[in-house]
């Protein structure tokens, strides 16, 4: 008899963003957002000589000519790559919610208030009030901002598993 093999939950690696300029976004990373870096920002050329040029083109397909990446984590150790292709430059994030796939990150730091300041400070955005998830019994608290670039992310006061076992939506 065979053995069914049991489901548990994966560890998250890390995200990936695409920055008009990367030397921007790894100083707001660093410096506002706390993330430290792993590998500087580094060219890669297209290429198929070498694994990581050949993943590229597996991912990217052909005729990207180079880009720039640089490697951060968190506190946490998860990963957060920042992308710079020549082509978007010019490109603005847009905001929809409504389209299918990834539309914001979450990070988790006790002094919302304090690091949304920061956040604004260094040319992000706030895109809404700071709310309690339970007004007056637990002091969760979350709010959504932007990073200068135009990515959306979450902030919470405490752990995701805390936000939501008691319930949120109750």
Same mark, same amino acid.
């Given at each position: 008899?065979?053995?069914?093999?049991?489901?548990?939950? #994966? !560890? %998250? /690696?890390?995200?990936?963003?695409?920055?008009?300029?990367?030397?921007?976004?790894? *100083? &707001?990373?660093?410096?506002?957002?706390?993330?430290?870096?792993?590998?500087? $920002?580094?060219?890669?050329?297209?290429?198929?000589?070498? $694994?990581?040029?050949?993943?590229?083109?597996?991912?990217?397909?052909?005729?990207?000519?180079?880009?720039?990446?640089?490697?951060? +984590?968190?506190?946490?150790?998860?990963?957060?790559?920042? %992308?710079? &292709?020549?082509? /978007? *430059?010019?490109?603005? +994030?847009? %905001?929809?919610? &409504?389209?299918?796939?990834?539309?914001?990150? +979450?990070?988790?730091?006790?002094?919302?208030?304090?690091?949304?300041?920061?956040?604004?400070?260094?040319?992000? *955005?706030? #895109?809404? @009030?700071? #709310?309690?998830?339970?007004?007056?019994?637990?002091?969760?608290?979350?709010?959504?901002?932007?990073? @200068? =670039?135009?990515?959306? =992310?979450?902030?919470? !006061?405490? /752990?995701?598993?805390?936000?939501? !076992? $008691?319930? $949120?939506?109750?």
């Amino acid at each position: 008899m065979k053995k069914e093999k049991l489901n548990y939950p #994966r !560890s %998250f /690696s890390h995200i990936g963003i695409t920055v008009p300029d990367l030397d921007k976004a790894i *100083k &707001f990373y660093t410096e506002v957002m706390g993330f430290y870096t792993i590998m500087e $920002a580094t060219e890669v050329l297209e290429e198929d000589q070498t $694994a990581i040029g050949k993943m590229c083109i597996d991912v990217f397909g052909k005729n990207w000519k180079k880009f720039r990446i640089a490697h951060l +984590s968190t506190g946490d150790r998860i990963g957060i790559e920042l %992308f710079e &292709f020549k082509e /978007s *430059k010019n490109l603005k +994030s847009e %905001f929809n919610p &409504f389209c299918s796939g990834l539309f914001h990150f +979450s990070v988790q730091d006790p002094d919302i208030e304090g690091l949304v300041e920061k956040i604004v400070k260094a040319g992000g *955005k706030q #895109r809404m @009030p700071i #709310r309690e998830y339970y007004p007056g019994d637990k002091p969760y608290r979350m709010c959504y901002v932007e990073d @200068p =670039f135009g990515t959306v =992310f979450e902030i919470y !006061s405490h /752990s995701y598993e805390l936000h939501y !076992s $008691a319930g $949120a939506y109750n």
